[in-house]
């Protein structure tokens, strides 16, 4: 039986949220490590460093906290976004005047993906908020700027309401949509033309795993060294946002750039590298997996 539009997206969401677990599970004390690090790049001399502070100074669920967020923005991010490109594959196809059935090349299924990740970005942006001040709870309580408290989701997300009401979990939007639409456009490129390359002439749907990780691990180096710098930024007003009004994505930047340097816009890109091949390549082949198989299943019928 063909699957209709409405089952088709209900694949692609499960997969995407499949995909996401897959990722936060592989490379969640990376995640953790990136963060911190581009918060407070002062504080640390580099990866290992931060790895051994955060060790000894909270131990290590240090490197965890901020999972259950984590989770919850990966999941809502991938379900989200895996389940938009599918749409944005036919919104594609039909701007380039396509038949609904036709194979897209590789230039166009990225623009797809770059498309549908601006409606990812609204999911996103309200859980990346908790993770990112979970992360970096430790570090705010160090210099003074807030009390000691019992840092969970639950206060951090009230502690978000009574101060800013829904609309402050989207802090740090402006500057999600700048950092996903480019980015994703790399991220799908990347992992479109890392899978012709390996299927060498034949079909990319018949490649087995160690391809498929590879090539999910390529869009993720992809991805990420193209949005860094616009990540740090994210992360910089998601966490000093709770202080008052922050300022906006092009003032945050300038003020970096002029106080610590451009070097500080890459503090903590080697964790985030070192994650992201692994992390990405998780992705990519649960999502495959859980999507041919779903697909299979429902055929079957």
Known sequence: MKSSPAIQAAIDLTAGALG???????????????????????????????????????????????????????????SVLFMCYGFC????RKVAGLDEQAKLNDLQTAAAGSIASAFAALALCPTELVKCRLQTMHELEMSGRIAKSHDTVWSVVKSILRKDGPWGFYHGLTSTLFQVVPGYFFF??????????????????????????????????????????VDCIKSRIQVLSMFGKQTGFIRTLLSVVRTEGIAALYSGLKATLIRAFPANAALFLAYEYSRKMMMSQFEAY
């Not at 963060?35 to 669920?61: E, I």
């Not at 594959?89 to 594609?92: A, K, N, R, S, W």
């Not at 890392?194 to 992809?222: H, Q, T, Y």
């Open 20 to 78: 996401g677990t897959a990722c936060v599970l592989t490379g969640q004390p990376f995640d953790t490590m990136k963060v911190k690090m581009q918060t407070f790049p002062g504080l640390y001399k580099g990866l290992t460093d931060c790895a051994l502070k955060t060790y000894s100074q909270v131990g290590l669920r240090g490197f965890y906290k901020g999972t259950g967020p984590a989770l919850m923005a990966y999941v809502a991010e991938n």
């Open 89 to 92: 594959q036919h919104f594609v």
């Open 188 to 229: 799908f490129g990347g992992y479109e033309l890392s899978r012709s390359f390996f299927a060498s002439g034949g079909s990319k749907d018949e490649l087995g795993p160690v391809p498929l990780m590879l090539s999910g691990g390529i869009a993720g180096i992809c991805l990420w060294f193209v949005i860094y710098p």
